[in-house]
């Protein structure tokens, strides 16, 4: 009898990537495909899903890890394979943390996901060793540290120096000391313009922790 996959993914193009990925392989069948992960829990709960393909960052504001969470502490046996085309890095600490089963990258896949699939319905743990690598002013995301991508995340949700410091048990001097440094690597000339670009090239996506 195949699994039955739940599609969880707000951008229609992916949803119908998975969905064909789906479609071509006897070993699957689509339980649902739906656009939010607010309703996941629902479909979960009917007990006709074996797999979830679950993006993380959703127009309506829902977030799928946590998402994701909540249905591995109600239905540990059903299979999470989170995907996302964010490079954030505290996506991939966090799933980890929360025992999704796998970690896919929609741009920057290494193995092909009806792979990826089978290999986690097995019972592997399938996760990339890091984040893909993405420019940020005149370095990769890979040359930041991981207190200076903190503080970046916290900038790039509007936080103030104080602020920031608060949230991380640092001094304000410290803040500004790391604040300086992102601004010296990038080559940006404002806090402003880092917090910009940051968000938009997914390094750091505010209110997702």
């Not at 039955?4 to 119908?16: A, C, P």
């Not at 064909?20 to 656009?35: H, T």
Request: aromatic share 8%.
């Amino acid at each position: 009898m195949p699994f039955r996959v739940l599609v969880v993914d707000d951008q229609t193009i992916s949803r119908q990537l998975f969905e064909s990925f789906i479609a071509s392989s006897d070993r699957y069948e689509l339980a649902a495909s739906v656009n939010t992960a607010r309703y996941a829990d629902s479909y979960c709960a009917a007990g006709n899903v074996d797999l979830v393909l679950m993006d993380v960052v959703m127009n309506d504001g829902s977030n799928g890890l946590d998402t994701a969470q909540r249905i591995k502490k109600s239905y540990p046996e059903i299979k999470i394979i989170v995907v996302t085309s964010m490079p954030d890095s505290l996506f991939l600490s966090r799933a980890r943390r929360i025992g999704v089963d796998s970690f896919w990258y929609k741009e920057a896949q290494a193995v092909p996901m009806l792979e990826i699939m089978d290999r986690t319905m097995a019972g592997e743990h399938v996760f990339p060793d890091r984040p893909p690598k993405t420019q940020l002013g005149m370095v990769g995301s890979d040359e930041f540290t991981p207190r200076e991508l903190e503080v970046l995340r916290l900038l790039s949700e509007g936080l103030t120096d104080r602020e920031i410091a608060a949230r991380l048990f640092l001094s304000v001097t410290t803040v500004r000391f790391h604040v300086n440094n992102l601004l010296s690597k990038t080559g940006l000339c404002s806090r402003t313009e880092l917090a910009v670009r940051a968000v938009q090239s997914g390094i750091a996506v505010p209110g997702m922790d």
